[in-house]
């Protein structure tokens, strides 16, 4: 895990070992609020029994999805991670309270 000069979780609990963001909460959060396919590793164990739960009650049904170790390229991971800093480091503009 690098920190990239952002904070560095040593006991990041992701099973996603071949992500480029690993331990990297900020960047790691930020990634997934951005792209909005799914939360991330850490929140799912607290959300999954819950979601699972109301699933039963509607009876929906609920199955694992997340990405099979060592599927992302170098290039992928590369650009996950330049983007996530290029992110980290742009200045939000001031929401406008009305």
């Not at 939360?39 to 109301?54: S, Y």
């Not at 996530?84 to 406008?96: E, N």
């Amino acid at each position: 895990m690098k920190d990239h000069g952002i904070s560095l979780n040593q006991h990041c609990p992701c099973v996603q070992s071949d992500c480029s963001i690993l331990g990297n909460c900020v960047l790691c959060v930020q990634n997934h609020l951005e792209h909005k396919r799914h939360i991330p590793e850490c929140f799912q164990n607290i959300l999954r029994p819950i979601v699972q739960g109301m699933a039963r009650q509607m009876e929906f049904k609920t199955m694992e999805g997340r990405p099979k170790p060592g599927s992302r390229t170098k290039e992928h991971k590369d650009r996950i991670l330049s983007e996530s800093i290029a992110r980290h480091r742009t200045p939000k503009k001031p929401r406008s309270v009305k």
